[in-house]
């Protein structure tokens, strides 16, 4: 099983390393020491939450704000649990509690292709090590990028930056190509952060602001299109 899921989790690994280690180039000529940007690959590991968190840590944003839009833009994650968590229900509580510490986007999705698995014999075994094999690569890349954020050019690392968009776009295309209407919800809630910059808004209570607004956003849009 520990093999198996290593086969399986092996994309994950490919697509975190180079997005891991521009985090932490990132973080690194943000000013983020690199016992910093290891840790919090370590204890949030949350990628788009970090970017995010390295941008408004760059620009002067308060600790509170960092993390209420942390809080609010991980939010997701209390759905993927519960959907995890019914699909794990042959395995051990001992197995769910330390897997459910593991769970993203990547993660969530292999998981959910492969639900045979939870109910053979040491399928936690499969689950975890594709979970723990994303985990160690984010958290090893992200060191990685620390110790090049040093040697790495700062016009060539601001390049890089343009990895927190593609993945943003990279997580929301497919979502669109299902529902056209997940578009107007993303431009709602992206017009919505933009009007609050221009009232003075700090950047992070404006990205809370849009997160929540154009969620809610999405009781009306999604309710239409089940009418």
């Given amino acids: 099983m520990i093999r198996k899921g290593f086969t399986t989790g092996f994309p994950i690994i490919l697509g975190y390393l180079p997005v891991a280690i521009t985090y932490g180039v990132l973080a690194k000529q943000a000013g983020m020491s ?6 919090m690959s370590a204890l949030v590991y949350a990628g788009a939450s970090q970017f ?4 408004m840590f760059a620009v002067g944003t308060g600790a509170l704000e960092i993390i209420i839009a942390t809080f609010v833009l991980n939010f997701r994650h209390f759905v993927m649990s519960l959907s995890f968590m019914n699909q794990l229900k042959k395995i051990n509580l001992k197995w769910k509690i330390p897997l459910t510490l ?19 014999k040491k ?15 984010w958290v090893l890349g992200s060191l ?4 090049l ?42 017009l919505i952060n933009a009007g609050c ?30 009418a």
Avoid: H
């Avoid at 995010?52 to 941008?55: D, T």
């Avoid at 990547?106 to 998981?111: I, W």
């Fill in 149 to 190: 954020g040093d040697v790495i050019p700062e016009k060539l690392s601001q390049s890089m930056g343009i990895a927190l968009y593609a993945m943003f776009i990279g997580l929301l295309i497919p979502s669109i190509k299902q529902e056209k209407r997940v578009a107007a919800i993303a431009i709602l809630a992206m």
């Fill in 52 to 55: 995010m968190a390295v941008n």
């Fill in 123 to 137: 399928g936690a075994l499969f689950y975890g090590t594709i979970l723990a094999s994303a985990y160690i690569s």
């Fill in 197 to 226: 910059v221009q009232l003075g808004m700090s950047t992070g209570w404006a990205i809370v602001a849009g997160t929540i607004i154009g969620g809610f956003s999405g009781i009306y849009f999604l309710k239409e299109g089940r």
């Fill in 144 to 147: 990685l990028g620390g110790l």
């Fill in 34 to 39: 690199l016992t910093e940007l290891t840790l």
């Fill in 102 to 120: 593991g769970l993203t986007d990547e993660s969530f999705a292999v998981s959910a292709m492969n639900p045979k698995e939870a109910s053979m």
